[in-house]
């Protein structure tokens, strides 16, 4: 009994620390990253990007209701909706690479899937009120980014509907040539 214990114990301690190799890979469907628990990096990147900004965007907000949209970049004021664009920035870029990973052989998906990405930056850089700026403005601001978020997202998935880029498909389906083999159709 008390050998099955030890082992028991020893076993319990030892499993976060048997795979380092699992430990890094990105594991879709976090539900603090992509709530709607997608199961492949690209749906999880792309729920990942409204929800994240979405995040931030009430940070924002709070800061805004409790010091007003002219304080609310003052001193330290900010710095609540700042740790959070950076702690984001952290958190999407698993889902990120795992979606440019998932759209490799498609060129047009991965510029589409950069393209998405700066934009998100951006927009998650331009979260702050701009000075003389009016209230309903800067609502309407960063209201409409998820219009535009919407448009990128489909164009990502539209991408992702034509077949492969020939090239890649190319190196994917033709082997290797033995060097050997390669030396002798050059000397014909």
């Known amino acids: 009994m008390l050998v099955r214990l030890i082992v028991l114990l020893a076993t319990a301690l030892c499993m976060p620390f048997a795979s380092p190799a699992q430990a890094q890979t990105f594991q879709p469907g976090s539900t603090y990253i992509c709530p709607n628990t997608p199961d492949t990096?690209?749906?999880?990147?792309?729920?990942?990007?409204?929800?994240?900004?979405?995040?931030?965007?009430?940070?924002?907000?709070?800061?805004?209701?409790?010091?007003?949209?002219?304080?609310?970049?003052?001193?330290?004021?900010?710095?609540?909706s700042e740790y959070c664009v950076d702690k984001q920035k952290i958190n999407i870029t698993r889902p990120y690479q795992a979606a440019l990973r998932e759209a490799t052989g498609w060129r047009e998906a991965v510029d589409s899937l950069r393209t998405l990405q700066q934009f998100w930056l951006e927009s998650m850089a331009n979260l702050k009120w701009q000075a003389g700026e009016p209230g309903d403005a800067y609502e309407d601001r960063v209201n409409h980014i998820y219009d535009e978020l919407g448009y990128k997202i489909e164009a990502v998935r539209v991408s992702f509907s034509t077949p492969p880029d020939a090239a890649a498909a190319v190196k994917v389906a033709a082997p290797k040539a033995k060097p050997k083999a390669a030396e002798a159709a050059k000397a014909k």
Do not use: P, W
């Open 41 to 80: 990096g690209l749906d999880c990147y792309l729920d990942a990007v409204v929800h994240l900004y979405t995040m931030c965007r009430h940070v924002k907000s709070i800061e805004i209701i409790e010091f007003g949209l002219a304080q609310a970049q003052e001193g330290v004021n900010g710095a609540k």
